[in-house]
């Protein structure tokens, strides 16, 4: 370690040791807290899902035509892959 090093440890305190940290006795006892009404609970639902962004129609079809590609050409190459291996192996060891 060199000095430079040493001295900006001493600036920012890293080297004095520092005591341990306690934890308390025991965790505090979690309040009891009301229950929700299922009417209240779907109005909420719906609240949050008005502030929903979402998607067009268009946006999901060109999604989803890129995802079908995605794994169009991710399945081939894995099997492309596979057959060239199973071959090598069969054509070293056969």
């Not at 209240?40 to 060109?62: C, D």
Request: avoid cysteine; aromatic fraction near 8%; charged fraction near 25%.
């Amino acid at each position: 370690m060199n000095r430079q090093t040493k001295r900006m440890m001493q600036r920012q305190g890293a080297d004095r040791s520092r005591a341990p940290e306690r934890r308390p006795a025991r965790a505090a006892a979690p309040t009891a807290r009301e229950r929700t009404s299922p009417r209240q609970f779907f109005g909420e639902v719906r609240g949050e899902l008005r502030k929903v962004a979402w998607p067009s129609r268009q946006e999901v079809v060109n999604s989803t035509v890129i995802v079908l590609i995605a794994v169009t050409v991710m399945t081939s190459l894995i099997f492309g892959f596979d057959y060239v291996s199973a071959k090598l192996v069969l054509f070293l060891y056969d």
